[in-house]
């Protein structure tokens, strides 16, 4: 419903996907463009909550790019760039705490609605004030670890963790707690594109507030994304590409009104 009212298409990839929780199966979700020509899917453990609404909806964000890329594009450049894709999936799944989407889409009543918004807007702030701190911790952890792969990585994590974190290891902890986290080995040097796409997902949402009124239920806002950010691919560069899409050069002006306390 989100996507068809923004004339973007997800039934296929919703079809050709596995969605739900079975034995044995992996809990990390992901959406993948299997040959850059329309076989994109989404890997999922979908209950019904509001961790897997906003899961999805990231998930799906990254998808419709994937299937937006110009026809006549090389296939080299039917690609995306890693904060431009991300900043879209941030963007679609900041719409399950937005007021608009929960009374459109979920059909809350707007009197219930209206009066949660201000919780919704700072539980948004705290989750990206702890995420930027979070992120401070995977992109200083990486660092460590390829500068000196055989040096004391448990200890350089917990001191990652409480100088950014503020949590302290457990008295006599000696474990590599590090590698419980599934990106450190699976995708290497990726986390710091989570917040260039929080940053970007700010101050796209403020351009498509501007150009078509906001997101929900807008299909100019689906155009304007369609257009300008998803069908070049990889032919423009992503720093490019976000100012052609929001109307000006990055910029961390939204984000900090985002995060400002209400």
């Known amino acids: 419903r989100t996507f068809e009212e923004l004339e973007l298409e997800v039934s296929g990839i919703l079809d050709r996907s596995d969605l739900y929780p079975r034995p044995a199966k992996s809990q990390h979700a992901f959406c993948i463009d299997v040959d850059r020509a329309g076989d994109v899917r989404v890997l999922a453990n979908v209950v019904p909550n509001a961790r897997w609404a906003e899961t999805m909806l990231h ?33 679609f799944g900041g719409l399950a705490s937005r007021r608009e989407w929960l009374e459109r889409v979920l059909g809350i009543p ?34 460590a670890l390829y500068a000196d792969p055989d040096g004391d990585l448990d200890t350089a ?18 474990a590599p707690d590090w590698a419980a986290k599934i990106h450190v080995a699976v995708a290497p040097v ?28 807008r299909p100019a806002a689906g155009r304007l994304l369609r257009e ?35």
């Open 59 to 91: 998930e799906l964000g990254h998808g419709v790019y994937d299937l937006a890329f110009d026809d006549e594009l090389p296939w080299t450049f039917r690609g995306t760039h890693l904060v431009t894709t991300e900043a879209t999936a941030i963007l």
């Open 110 to 143: 707007a009197r219930d609605a209206e009066s949660f918004e201000s919780e919704l807007r700072r539980s948004r702030a705290a989750e990206l004030l702890v995420f930027t701190r979070w992120v401070l911790v995977m992109n200083g952890f990486e660092r």
């Open 157 to 174: 994590w917990w001191d990652l963790v409480s100088t950014y974190q503020l949590v302290t290891a457990p008295e006599g902890r000696r």
């Open 190 to 217: 990726y986390y710091h594109t989570y917040l260039y796409g929080a940053i970007v997902a700010s101050q796209l949402s403020d351009a498509l507030a501007r150009a078509a009124g906001g997101l929900v239920d």
């Open 228 to 262: 300008k950010l998803f069908a070049p691919g990889q032919s423009v560069r992503w720093d490019q590409l976000v100012e052609r899409a929001s109307g000006m050069p990055l910029t961390v002006a939204s984000l900090e009104r985002d995060v400002a306390p209400v």
